[in-house]
């Protein structure tokens, strides 16, 4: 089973990108998505998450109004949107993918069992 995320880059305080999750060896169609990040020094953080027929999302306080995360590809991969870019969002995003079937959006790392390497977002000044 894998996740691969994909869609980071250098990017302009105020720019947009947009991240991309495939994923491989099993079907997600029924699952929970999410992304996380990561920046250096600091731990982990919940950036966004999805249930898994796409109709219930959550997001980290910080991101809200700002992102934007969706189910794909008939419900198997997740995506981010990310406007208005601040120096702050710079990090590694990982998207994760539950087993449960018909998981809620759910903002615990521990609700995901399966994580994809992630992709370096770099926000400049």
């Known amino acids: 089973v894998q996740l691969q995320a994909s869609g980071g880059g250098v990017v302009q305080a105020g720019g947009s990108l947009r991240l991309s999750c495939a994923t491989s060896?099993?079907?997600?169609?029924?699952?929970?998505m999410g992304w996380f990040r990561q920046a250096p020094g600091k731990e982990r953080e919940f950036v966004a998450a999805?249930?898994?027929?796409?109709?219930?999302?959550a997001y980290a306080d910080s991101v809200k109004g700002r992102f934007t995360i969706s189910k794909e590809n008939d419900l198997t991969s997740v995506a981010l949107r990310m406007n208005s870019l601040k120096l702050e969002d710079t990090a590694v995003y990982h998207c994760?993918?539950?087993?449960?079937?018909?998981?809620?959006?759910?903002?615990?790392?521990?609700?995901?069992?399966?994580w994809g390497q992630g992709t370096q977002v770099t926000v400049s000044s």
């Open positions: 999805i249930n898994w027929v796409g109709r219930e999302t």
């Open positions: 994760a993918a539950g087993s449960r079937r018909w998981g809620n959006a759910e903002a615990r790392a521990s609700a995901f069992d399966y």
């Open positions: 060896g099993r079907s997600f169609r029924s699952s929970a």
